[in-house]
């Protein structure tokens, strides 16, 4: 598994909080326990006092300015060094529902019924827990433009899958370019 974080620098900006939110969205559609194997995961990798219990992990989630309860005050960049470790673990663990996903080897009618699985879960998520009300949500709720803003999340968790996840997806999240 991937270690502890030790650097304290990342100091996301709005749009990487809203993206490694939605990367954490997008591993809970992708599994069913996706809230109970993000705990778990992060008590594997020594993250117990970060993430000790589920109430804590969300707190660190609720940064995101899309979400219906959302906190004000700025992400702490450990908080931040720490859910992207956690999203690349999680990514890690999921890569074969994630190369599944994107493989061109399937048979393009069980490959549709995945998106579309994956698409009424996160979409499920998505209308629980953001603010209907923003612009960013109702694009995520659009049949139009969900499907590219699916397929774009789960090919960045199949890119920081493995080694070298971590300064890719910190790369990706610090990119201010939407």
Not at 28 to 47: H, I, P, R, V, Y
Not at 60 to 87: F, G, K, Q, Y
Not at 167 to 175: C, H, N, Q, S
């Amino acid at each position: 598994m991937t270690d502890v974080p030790q650097q304290s620098g990342v100091r996301l900006g709005r749009r990487g909080i809203e993206r490694l939110d939605l990367l954490l969205l997008t591993i809970e559609a992708l599994d069913l326990n996706g809230g109970e194997a993000m705990l778990w995961t992060s008590q594997q990798m020594g993250m117990q006092t970060q993430f000790p219990n589920r109430v804590e992990l969300w707190k660190r989630r609720c940064h995101n300015p899309l979400r219906r309860t959302t906190r004000r005050e700025p992400m702490a960049p450990v908080d931040a060094e720490s859910l992207i470790c956690l999203v690349c673990a999680m990514a890690e663990r999921l890569y074969p529902m994630l190369h599944q996903l994107l493989s061109s080897r399937e048979p393009d009618q069980l490959t549709q019924q995945r998106w579309n699985l994956l698409d009424e879960r996160l979409r499920d998520l998505v209308e629980e827990r953001m603010n209907p009300r923003r612009g960013a949500v109702m694009r995520l709720l659009d049949p139009m433009f969900s499907a590219e803003i699916q397929r774009q999340l789960v090919g960045t968790l199949a890119l920081v899958a493995g080694p070298g996840g971590i300064d890719r997806l910190r790369a990706t999240l610090l990119d201010p370019t939407p």
